[in-house]
């Protein structure tokens, strides 16, 4: 019998021991579903119940939060593709000394506090009344995801034979119509991965909605939720209940493509936390 | 129709004349390819890096540029003992998340190096702190040790450890904050680093077995050397991401209390938006950026020189 | 149909010489081979040739025709890549079609050619899958069909055989070979394997290190190497080649013993020679022996025997010997051959200039 002998029997040990080390590092989060099913004060039910979520959207302005943040990150995860795809495609397969520049540039963008441009950006979107609007909000997310989203299109396009894009010059393709005809129509995980990761950074955002989000109307769920706690701190179930809406399109995300991201995608995405 | 042949035809030359060459093509459609990125960063990130040099020099308000102060503004940054307060924990913000947060992230790959059964569902579950929204999981600790009635003061209570104010003192406080940066950031360092445990050769890591290196001194000699390079990347990494934080300590303390968990990214926001003096904030992120850029040269120069060894 | 001319082409991706100053004409109608070993630039002129590589310096012309700034289309060139490059998100049908797809053909006329191409390389039964879903060989014949169905003035293959097994190639090498004839037009073809370049040119270039090592038939290739490189490129198995000095009067002594009367070659008295004789031009009957050679080793292939052997000199010799000779390892072979054979090298590698014709003897050489 040596050690490594492949027909041992499950280490059903080190499932318990993570059990346990997973019950405690988590324990916050299970509050959380736990508190947002927990019935409401004063209430005589027993047992979980959704009335939280049914209180949270009759009397509260969650929905009109939850639609602002959706429009928001899907607007942001849209164009960042946009942007990102072109961008990469040139990082992927141009070559010189401008690309160098250029993909330089892209690396020092990223590298950048975001603290440092939100202040005089707030001043140039405020002579364009773009503070307090979710188009402002949703051009810097575009901003914010550029560079990793560039990475990722350009690694993508990476893994794309260039005989392909060859070819298809032979075939009469100009460079443009052989990216989008060629290139772009067999990259969509590459994608997918680029607006998955987009949309996530700009749901999860708080520092920018902070400080370009100032009417109710206008608040992106995490504002909204912020606001709502702060005004219901000892009211826990409805302020659950909505933190619940806010953690689940992430979760599902992961939950359903965990084997389809890179280790380098998840970790580049939601980077800067 | 046919596309070779015929085209040898009407003026008698095959090609005709072209203004552009298929080259000079080509490049113009790849500079245009990559013109709506270049117009989004000079807008949303030159410009305003530009402005903001500006402003750091000027001491008026959000709105006002107010008087020319040269550099007026960095000297009385450097003069603020809370400015030197601020780089303290950051300092230690910073050092407690990298080691923490390494340490944990490191552990954990480690221990589901192996095959177990459930591992792939924990290697998703443990991820959740880094994906949960960040207003939501600084709710759920507020919730957990806010105030002296939540569950964990109570509890630290009922064991006989006296009352604890997680939040309220300014030592447990920064212990907090650090405690909940580490909660947040040990997935990433554990995606990073089971990736480099996974990238091992298998049989090296048995040949080092069969010659009767196992546990600690395994871990002393052989893993740690072969993740050093990824360990290195992650750290670098993850300094940027301690250094540049602000949701993680404005969401559970607001830097407080008595601004014992500001960092200079809190401390430049609330310059800003709180005591709406820009340039004064401006400045204050300017010098964390220098630091930071400085910083990442000096790594970046230490990760290259290593791996040319 | 077009004849094409490279006139001082070079190639450099910044200090590092790919192609340097190369000229050649391939005619109207012929089927021209690029041989070579890996990274001798082959790849890289036919690249340039299609257009998807820009020219460093010179001209290729189509025609006559200045053809250096022109895309690959309007050359109207078509091309089987190495790796097939078929188009994954479309079937067969509109990976032939593309081309005329983009050229703006109206959908009836597509159909048609597409149809005309598929029959000639049977693969109507496929045309409805995708990439995917098709075997090495089908794959190739789809790649052959995208470049037939334009109609192109020049077909360019880029070791289009190299991913199949030896089986297949030996199929789609001879369908090549069909497709020429039939279609008459300008093919160039890139490889590495002399059997191909042999077996399909009409015209085959041998190349090393971005220069032209010779240009000629397989015939002229085979018979009449002009230097150490060609000479030992072509053939398989490779030729032997002997050290040798040329000790005057059109005498030549071989480092493994023995001695070669070679007169009309331009040689200084004492100058070193490399001897160069092909394994199949080897006799081993003892009346013609030049030297002997002690027997390592025996690969028999049926018909034919190889005996690795080394001689005096420690040189290794590769003798062939049909059915009726039948070598054991440590054997003594008695190997000699007749001069009209022997290839001689000058210490540059070049061939040594024969001065005349007649002056060549038909003589065996005995053992001295």
Redesign the interface.
């Known amino acids: 019998m040596t050690?490594?002998n492949p027909k041992k029997r499950?280490?059903?040990a080190?499932?318990i021991?993570?059990?346990i080390?997973?019950t405690v590092?988590?324990?916050?989060?299970c509050?959380?579903f736990w508190?947002s099913l927990r019935p409401r004060l004063g209430t005589d039910i027993a047992g979980p119940t959704f009335t939280n979520f049914v209180y949270i959207f009759r009397n509260t302005e969650v929905l009109l939060w939850l639609s602002n943040s959706l429009g928001v990150s899907l607007i942001a995860a849209v164009c960042s593709l946009?942007?990102?795809a072109?961008?990469g495609?040139?990082l992927s397969?141009?070559r010189g000394r401008a690309v160098n520049a250029?993909s330089l540039?892209?690396f020092a963008?990223q590298?950048?506090?975001?603290?440092?441009?939100i202040?005089?950006?707030?001043?140039?979107f405020?002579q364009v009344s773009l503070v307090d609007s979710l188009a402002g909000v949703a051009?810097?997310y575009?901003?914010t995801s550029?560079s990793v989203a560039?990475w990722m299109m350009a690694a993508y396009f990476d893994s794309i034979?260039k005989?392909?894009e060859?070819?298809?010059?032979?075939?009469?393709?100009?460079?443009?119509?052989t990216?989008v005809r060629?290139v772009l129509?067999?990259s969509l995980p590459g994608i997918l991965s680029v607006m998955i990761f987009s949309f996530l950074l700009a749901?999860?955002d708080?520092?920018i909605a902070l400080?370009f989000l100032r009417s109710d109307s206008q608040f992106t769920?995490?504002i909204g939720?912020?606001t709502f706690?702060q005004q219901n701190q000892t009211d826990?179930g409805p302020?659950?209940a909505c933190?619940v809406i806010?953690?689940l399109p992430?979760?599902l995300v992961?939950?359903t493509l965990?084997r389809f991201f890179s280790?380098g995608g998840?970790?580049g995405s939601?980077?800067?936390? | 129709m046919t596309l070779g042949t015929a085209k040898i035809d009407k003026k008698g030359t095959r090609f005709g004349n072209t203004a552009l060459s298929a080259t000079q093509a080509r490049r113009l459609t790849l500079a245009g390819l990559a013109l709506p990125s270049i117009l989004l960063m000079v807008a949303i990130n030159g410009y305003p890096i530009l402005f903001a040099a500006f402003q750091s020099m000027y001491d008026g308000s959000l709105l006002n540029w107010g008087e020319f102060v040269g550099f007026g503004n960095y000297a009385e940054v450097f003069r603020d003992p809370a400015f030197w307060r601020a780089v303290r924990f950051t300092v230690i913000f910073t050092m407690a998340g990298v080691l923490g947060s390494w340490a944990v992230g490191f552990g954990l790959a480690l221990l589901m190096l192996k095959p177990f059964p459930g591992r792939a569902l924990f290697r998703v579950l443990l991820l959740l702190p880094w994906i949960v929204p960040i207003v939501v999981s600084s709710m759920s600790w507020n919730w957990l040790l806010a105030t002296p009635y939540s569950l964990l003061p109570q509890a630290v209570e009922a064991i006989g450890l006296g009352r604890v104010m997680f939040l309220a003192d300014p030592t447990m406080a920064m212990i907090t904050v650090c405690v909940f940066k580490v909660w947040i950031s040990y997935p990433f360092m554990l995606m990073i680093m089971g990736g480099a445990l996974q990238a091992i050769d298998k049989n090296v890591m048995e040949a080092a077995e069969v010659d009767g290196c196992s546990g600690l001194r395994r871990l002393r000699h052989m893993i740690l050397p072969m993740t050093a390079r990824t360990t290195y990347i992650a750290w670098i990494l993850m300094v940027f991401f301690s250094v540049n934080d602000f949701p993680t300590i404005y969401l559970l303390t607001g830097g407080g209390p008595l601004s014992s968990t500001t960092t200079l990214i809190v401390m430049a926001y609330r310059t800003v938006f709180q005591d709406f003096l820009p340039g004064y904030g401006v400045a204050i992120s300017f010098i964390v950026t220098i630091a930071l850029v400085a910083l990442s040269i000096f790594l970046l120069r230490q990760i290259r020189k290593s791996s040319l060894q | 149909m077009a004849r094409i001319e490279l006139k001082n082409v070079s190639k450099s991706y910044g200090n590092h010489e790919v192609v340097w100053d190369l000229d050649l004409v391939i005619p109207d109608g012929s089927l021209t081979v690029f041989v070579g070993p890996s990274g001798c630039g082959k790849s890289t002129l036919l690249r340039m040739i299609a257009g998807l590589e820009d020219i460093s310096a010179g001209d290729v012309l189509f025609d006559g025709e200045r053809a250096n700034d022109v895309s690959p289309v309007r050359r109207g060139v078509a091309m089987v890549f190495q790796n097939y490059a078929l188009y994954p998100h479309l079937t067969v049908r509109d990976n032939i079609g593309f081309g005329l797809k983009m050229a703006g053909a109206g959908k009836d006329e597509i159909r048609e050619r597409v149809d005309e191409a598929a029959d000639t390389l049977h693969i109507e039964p496929l045309l409805d899958r995708r990439p995917a879903a098709l075997s090495g060989g089908q794959r190739q014949r789809v790649a052959i069909g995208r470049a037939i169905v334009r109609d192109p003035t020049v077909f360019l293959f880029d070791e289009p055989l190299s991913n199949l097994d030896a089986e297949l190639r030996v199929v789609m090498r001879v369908e090549i070979a069909k497709l020429h004839q039939q279609l008459r037009a300008t093919m160039i073809y890139v490889t590495h394997d002399q059997v191909e370049a042999m077996t399909l040119a009409d015209q085959i270039v041998v190349l090393r290190a971005g220069q032209i090592e010779q240009i000629g038939t397989a015939d002229e290739l085979f018979s009449e190497p002009r230097n150490l490189f060609v000479a030992g490129f072509i053939g398989s198995p490779q030729m032997n080649f002997l050290k040798g000095r040329h000790i005057g009067g059109g005498n030549i002594e071989l480092a493994a013993g023995g001695r070669l009367h070679m007169p009309g070659h331009e040689l200084a008295d004492g100058e070193p020679v490399t001897v160069g004789i092909r394994p199949e031009h080897i006799v081993t009957q003892s009346e013609t022996s030049l030297v002997s050679g002690r027997v390592d080793v025996v690969e028999n292939l049926g018909g034919v025997r190889f005996a690795h052997t080394t001689l005096p000199s420690d040189e290794t010799m590769v003798v062939e010997s049909r059915a009726d000779v039948r070598p054991k390892p440590g054997d003594n072979l008695s190997i000699g051959f007749s001069n009209r054979h022997v290839h001689i090298f000058r210490e540059s590698g070049e061939a040594a200039n024969r001065l005349t014709e007649s002056a060549i003897g038909d003589s065996f050489r005995r053992v001295e």
């Open positions: 050690p490594t499950p280490d059903w080190r499932t021991l993570l059990l080390i997973s590092l988590l324990s916050p989060l509050a959380v508190l946009i942007v990102a072109p961008a495609y040139v397969r141009a250029f540039t892209i963008v590298s950048l506090p975001v603290i440092v441009f202040i005089p950006l707030f001043v140039m405020a051009i810097i575009v901003a550029i560039c034979p005989d392909l060859e070819a298809a010059w032979i075939d009469g393709c100009s460079v443009f119509t990216f060629i129509r067999n749901w999860n708080y520092l400080v769920l995490p939720l912020q706690f826990w302020v659950m933190a806010m953690m992430p979760i992961f939950a965990n280790v998840v970790g939601l980077a800067g936390r």
